[in-house]
């Protein structure tokens, strides 16, 4: 069972933004690289975004320059600001550790947790 909790999903319009955040209680994870990934209906997960233990940040070419993933340290949580939302960003989002560190993030370790929907739709 994953230890994170994904939240901030909603639905929007094209254009729109939301803020998606990844916390857990067992971690501090400002030791760690976190990545957040994401599964559109009928689709294999892919890795969106990462940002590792030096705060170094990665994006998906799908993404880059939309996309902003940042740590809260004071709140042990790692937010995605997703801007210009477009229909092809609708998915279950996801939050991990990636087990080959930021270079690769593709694959995560354990289990995936609930995540948080986010719907874009006009």
């Known amino acids: 069972q994953s230890q994170f909790v994904e939240s901030g999903g909603d639905k929007v319009q094209p254009g729109g933004s939301l803020t998606l955040s990844c916390t857990t209680s067992e971690y501090t994870l400002d030791e760690y690289a976190i990545a957040w990934y994401r599964q559109a209906p009928g689709k294999e997960h892919e890795g969106v975004s990462c940002?590792?233990?030096?705060?170094?940040?990665y994006y998906a070419d799908s993404v880059k320059g939309r996309f902003t993933i940042s740590r809260d340290n004071a709140k042990n949580t790692v937010s995605l600001q997703m801007n210009s939302l477009e229909v092809e960003d609708t998915a279950i989002y996801y939050c991990?550790?990636?087990?080959?560190?930021?270079?690769?993030?593709?694959?995560?370790?354990?289990?995936w947790g609930q995540g948080t929907q986010v719907t874009v739709s006009s």
């Open positions: 940002i590792s233990s030096t705060d170094s940040t």
């Open positions: 991990a550790f990636p087990q080959y560190g930021c270079f690769d993030y593709q694959t995560p370790i354990g289990d």
